[in-house]
């Protein structure tokens, strides 16, 4: 204001208090949001307002609000201080939680007082709107009305906003001792705005002019940017190749900023704005136009977020209540028919038409980056279009079209091509971040070289310029000519947002009554300067374009439509591609936050998160089911290649020979492996075929980005793919086995090995779609599976065949119905058809099985399966440890009177559980009989697999020193690499490991109870001709009853024992002499037994000397020899084969 009173336009500041209005204008709508949210949910909204106990003092206060004063006389009756006396009790609280919402409101009030003031200021300024010239002015006002009537719809909607008030009024009251300085106009704005429209309608009376002004400037725009989407295909719009001679010439238009303004933003000014300025259509045909398209394209609209309003029911109850307008009434219900029944196919086949128009500006400025700069007004209005339509889906999807005479199609609102195109608008934003570069450059020599030149004539050009004015422009000009493309190479930060806000002023200035310059009577100037701040933007502020144009923070509020979305996506095929899409919205969702609400920052960004985790989880499961699918298929296939499936080849092919001449019929031949891949037509599709698809698809989607980042997060959606992958094989791996406890039934390690390849196999061809390390993923799988737990706890294969050939295989050795067969490298089924028994044992010990175990288990799962083995054994020499303590005094006698036969043999008779002895240590030979064989496995895969480190291995076991200086310590540390390796050691080290767990404090006694342990064996060695089952079998080259795996016991037990509790070597060799003597002198009195039992399995008894000779690496021929006939080993090779050929 002048001394004299009169207004100044040009110190009002318009511009500085839109800009500040407007963002004040989105926190109030944030918080009163927030508010609303929470007190329509139980479990959000304080809990004193659901207590029943203050049901009566609330429902009171709201009957009396807005006069909640302590003082007044009704306030003093008994039965209202009773209902009362419970507030009083917590007004503490009350005043704590309420104090928030309390003071929104009181910030809202303040903020309506605001808006009301610059509006009367803006209409004594006589302010002249028009978009097409004065943009920001014009966008600005509308903005601030149509935010101020969405806030003060939502302050309606607050059920509880009384009650709120009223609480935490009287709490003050009672605290303070009077009432909220605020409270007596905040309960006059809540009771005026009981029935906002009217209210509203009632206040912007006086501005009807001026937002008329402005609204009508939009049929310039409007109509042509609400154009159907045959138009659109008939203009070519966004096509870049229509005119291939143009194609580098730069995208220009005399509106530029309303080429990408939301027509959403738009509809929302003409209906809100004409509903409260109502009069306005009976006076202008424009007026008219632009309502009765606005109504025609939507029956509902966007109030804030997923907050709606029924536009038709709204107007409708408006217009009913003002005389002579029926016949609005009628027009009203007439559009609201047709918005019903039309706008779903209209929108339908605009969505159409913008998936192929985005997709060609995506294929061509990703080939052709440098179309970015001339073309960006097109990539902006398409990301304008697509992000209307989108929203526009969204909010008619999720509140169902009202009941009217014609109904509207639901499959106009179920659009399950929509994937497609989000996909195409964050593809289009992906382009504008990787080239942002490309475009500054562009941009900065736009504004250089041409905008400042003609700028500069067009302002020199003016025929009336006052002073401010011409500082202003003449600071654009500068501004323009200070750029240069070094600036952008050195990568420094361009900041227009005060040029932009220069450029703000001025318009304000310039659309005053009484301006000296007034713009729109200089209309080139005002296109110019629209066009320049375009091209700003495009320098320092193409994140904030992009946001402006594409934001679809909205999905966070449709989180029920936003999963339906994705799982339509996940289920067609043809759309699994653009899956992607969605979790890169969840990147948009902190857009919709706002400063002056930052209790919801937290909400909202663990809402991100959580959606964002829900997409990348489920798109990697849908692509672990395709895979696994393709893997179960593959390794159906891969069990037709398995030798055992040529049987019934082979015994066709027999039958048919035999029966060439005769006229049976023959069985006919199964289909050969292969078959399957035989096509007749290119148009079969099989359904792998159908997977592989489907596989391609998703994976090109989960490899469209290495990360992605949502709200300080960064998520990687291969990770996600890897760790199911993983997850599935793991399980895959251990489900192939086939284990099942009951029946003791297992998979032969060889078939679980062809499973696995090929399951490995459609696994690494995953690297052909995605950008994985599948190697990582073997190496982590199959590494925790050659432990007996993984990572989650759970059984690996390693514990199942550990335990399977432990509990089922190696027990059935001892019921005599399996025997180990040297000959055959295997345990075999002897006395038994092998089809009859449960397990075939060859099946799962000959050497291509356990090389197929070793394959699986690796060296470290054959190391768990020794020490299994070992602890085993360990348990078995307890006990003899047991045996030899209570026999430990007869033994004493019979290892110092071995030369005394008759008091040998009297000491013998006293000897108890002899049987038990012998059965124990012919156990323990089974168990290193087949750890023998599952060690030369491991060897033979190891050399197979890595040949140079064996090679070293074995000459490091071959030439290292036993010498006093490397002690048995070093020795055995060089075994334990040796036998990790399969390699065969004198001195097993797992074994020594574990009996060294049984040793006791006292050395000495370990010592003597393994001597005795020996004498026992030795001594014992006579009984077993008793039994029938000890006679050998020259085709197994074993003993039915597995007695020649005593040989192995021996040896073992003896060399483990004696390198614990002895002195290594010496120790060995001699115990091992003193145990031949006792074996040699014991089994030679056989030759002087008459009884026909004991003499039935003699000479196969007498080889198991020559066995554990030929066992041992610490005895030699030479020594038997010595002490047992030579003669009579050769006649009993030569009993036992002549017993065997009789048999």
């Known amino acids: 204001m002048s001394r004299t009173g009169q207004l100044i336009p040009s110190q009002q500041k318009l511009a500085e208090k839109l800009t500040v209005l407007n963002d004040r204008a989105m926190g109030m709508l944030t918080r009163i949001y927030n508010i609303k949210k929470a007190c329509g949910d139980v479990k959000s909204k304080p809990a004193f307002l659901s207590d029943k106990n203050l049901e009566g003092a609330i429902k009171f206060i709201v009957r009396k609000f807005p006069h909640v004063d302590s003082k007044n006389n009704y306030w003093t009756m008994p039965f209202v201080q009773s209902q009362l006396q419970q507030v009083n009790n917590i007004k503490g609280e009350i005043m704590k939680q309420l104090s928030l919402y309390y003071f929104t409101f009181v910030d809202v009030m303040d903020f309506k007082d605001h808006v009301s003031e610059l509006l009367t200021t803006m209409d004594a300024c006589n302010v002249h709107f028009d978009i097409t010239t004065n943009y920001d002015l014009t966008k600005g006002y509308l903005d601030l009305i149509i935010s101020y009537v969405s806030l003060m719809l939502l302050l309606a909607r607050i059920d509880d906003r009384k009650a709120v008030l009223g609480l935490y009024n009287y709490a003050h009251d009672l605290t303070h001792g009077k009432v909220d300085q605020n409270f007596a106009r905040l309960g006059q704005m809540i009771l005026d705005y009981e029935q906002p429209l009217k209210k509203l309608q009632e206040e912007f009376t006086p501005h009807s002019k001026l937002v008329a002004c402005a609204l009508l400037s939009l049929h310039q725009v409007y109509p042509r940017r609400n154009l159907p989407a045959e138009q659109w295909r008939q203009a070519q719009m966004l096509s870049l190749v229509s005119a291939p001679g143009q194609m580098l010439n730069p995208a220009q238009s005399e509106t530029m900023p309303c080429e990408y303004l939301s027509v959403e933003t738009m509809e929302k000014w003409i209906i809100f704005g004409f509903l409260l300025c109502h009069g306005q259509l009976t006076q202008s045909d424009s007026a008219v136009q632009l309502w009765r398209l606005a109504l025609s394209g939507n029956y509902v609209i966007t109030l804030f977020r997923d907050e709606v309003l029924y536009i038709h029911k709204t107007v409708e109850g408006v217009f009913e209540g003002i005389k002579g307008y029926s016949k609005r009434v009628t027009e009203t219900k007439e559009c609201a028919n047709y918005a019903v029944v039309n706008a779903g196919p209209f ?570 002895v012998l059965k124990r240590v012919t156990i323990v030979g089974v168990i290193l009989s087949f750890k023998t064989l599952a060690q030369e496995a491991l060897n033979d895969v190891l050399k197979k697999r890595i040949p140079f480190l064996m090679s070293s291995i074995i000459d490091f076991q071959k030439h290292f020193p036993e010498t006093p200086e490397n002690n048995m310590v070093r020795v055995e540390i060089v075994n334990e690499m040796a036998s990790a390796a399969g390699l065969p050691c004198d001195v097993d080290p797992a074994l020594c490991a574990a009996l060294r767990v049984q040793k006791s404090e006292n050395p000495d006694d370990d010592y003597k109870i393994a001597c005795l342990l020996m004498v026992f064996i030795a001594v014992s060695l006579p009984m077993l001709s008793l039994d029938s089952q000890s006679s050998f079998r020259a085709d197994l080259e074993g003993h039915t009853n597995n007695i020649h795996c005593l040989a192995k016991a021996v040896n073992s037990i003896a060399a483990a024992m004696f390198t614990i509790y002895g002195k290594g070597r010496v120790t060995i060799e001699e115990r091992l002499k003193e145990f031949l003597a006792l074996a040699s002198s014991s089994l030679l009195k056989l030759g002087q037994e008459t009884d026909k039992l004991a003499l039935r399995s003699r000479e196969s008894v007498y080889l198991l000397l020559d066995q554990i000779v030929r066992e041992s690496p610490f005895l030699t021929m030479d020594l038997l020899e010595s002490c047992f006939p030579y003669a009579l080993l050769r006649n009993s090779y030569h009993a036992v084969l002549r017993q065997d050929n009789r048999m």
Not at 468 to 479: A, G, H, K, Q, Y
Not at 492 to 505: A, N, P
Request: glycine share 4%; charged share 25%; hydrophobic share 40%.
């Open 347 to 916: 929108h339908r086949e605009r969505r159409a038409f913008l998936r192929t128009a985005l997709k060609e500006l995506v294929m061509i400025l990703a080939d052709q980056p440098g179309l970015l700069g001339p073309k960006a007004l097109f990539v902006f209005m398409g990301l304008s279009f697509a992000r209307d339509e989108v929203l526009w889906l969204l909010r008619h999807s999720e509140n169902p079209a009202p009941k009217l005479n014609k109904r509207p199609n639901p499959v106009d609102y179920e659009d399950r091509q929509l994937p497609e195109l989000l996909y195409y608008m964050e593809e289009l934003r992906g382009l504008l971040r990787k080239y942002n570069q490309v475009m500054q450059r562009y941009y900065v020599q736009y504004l250089n070289g041409f905008d400042s030149i003609v700028l500069n004539n067009l302002v020199q050009n003016l025929s009336v310029c006052p002073e401010d004015e011409s500082i202003i422009m003449s600071s654009f000009v500068n501004t323009m000519n200070g750029l240069s493309v070094k600036q952008v190479e050195e990568g420094e930060i361009f900041d227009f947002r005060g040029m932009r806000l220069d450029w703000f002023r001025l318009q304000a200035y310039t659309s005053v009554s009484r301006a000296q310059l007034v713009l729109r009577e200089n209309p080139d100037l005002a296109r110019l300067m629209n066009t320049i701040t375009f091209h700003t933007y495009m320098v320092d502020s193409l994140d904030e374009m992009a946001k402006e144009t594409s934001d679809l923070s909205n999905f966070c509020f449709y989180g029920r439509l936003f999963e339906q979305y994705f799982q339509w996506c996940l289920e067609t095929p043809s759309q699994m591609r653009y899956s992607i899409s969605f979790p890169l919205i969840c990147s948009h969702f902190m857009n919709c936050t706002h400063e002056i609400c930052p209790e919801e920052r937290h909400h909202i960004g663990d809402r991100s998160l959580s959606q964002a985790n829900f997409f990348l989880d489920e798109m990697a499961k849908e692509a672990k089911n395709i895979i696994t699918s393709i893997c179960d298929e593959q390794c159906k296939l891969g069990d037709q290649l398995l030798p055992k499936n040529a049987a019934k080849t082979i015994s066709i092919a027999i039958e048919r020979k035999r029966n060439q001449n005769k006229a049976k019929k023959l069985p006919q031949e199964p289909d050969k492996p292969g078959r399957e891949s035989m096509r007749r037509s290119r148009t079969d599709v099989t359904s792998m075929d159908k997977l592989y698809l489907m596989l391609t698809e998703l994976c090109s989607a989960i490899n469209y980005t290495p990360s992605i980042q949502v709200w300080e997060h960064t998520f990687a959606p291969r990770e996600y793919l890897t760790q199911h992958l993983e997850s599935r094989f793991t399980k895959a791996l251990v489900g192939m086995v086939m284990y099942n406890p009951d029946s003791g039934e297992i998979a032969k390690p060889s078939e679980l090995l062809n499973s696995v390849e090929a399951y490995m196999g459609v696994l690494q061809t995953i690297e052909n779609y995605v950008h994985l390390d599948i190697t990582r993923v073997f190496n982590n799988v199959l590494l925790q599976q050659t432990q007996p737990q993984d990572s989650h706890g759970d059984k690996t294969i390693t514990a199942l065949y550990t335990n399977w050939y432990l509990e089922v295989l190696l027990r059935r050795v001892s019921t005599g119905q399996i025997m180990f067969s040297p000959n055959r490298h295997a345990f075999v089924n002897v006395g038994v058809d092998p089809n009859q028994v449960a397990v075939n044992a060859e099946e799962f010990s000959d050497i291509s099985e356990l090389r197929s175990l070793a394959e699986l288990l690796g060296p470290y799962g054959m190391k768990f399966l020794n020490e299994s083995l070992m602890w085993h054994i360990s348990s078995q020499v307890a006990e003899l440890k047991k045996l030899v303590t209570q026999n430990k005094d007869v033994l004493t006698t019979l290892r110092t009177h071995f030369d005394k036969p008759a008091l040998m043999a009297e000491h013998f008779n006293r000897l108890r559980d002899v049987d038990n």
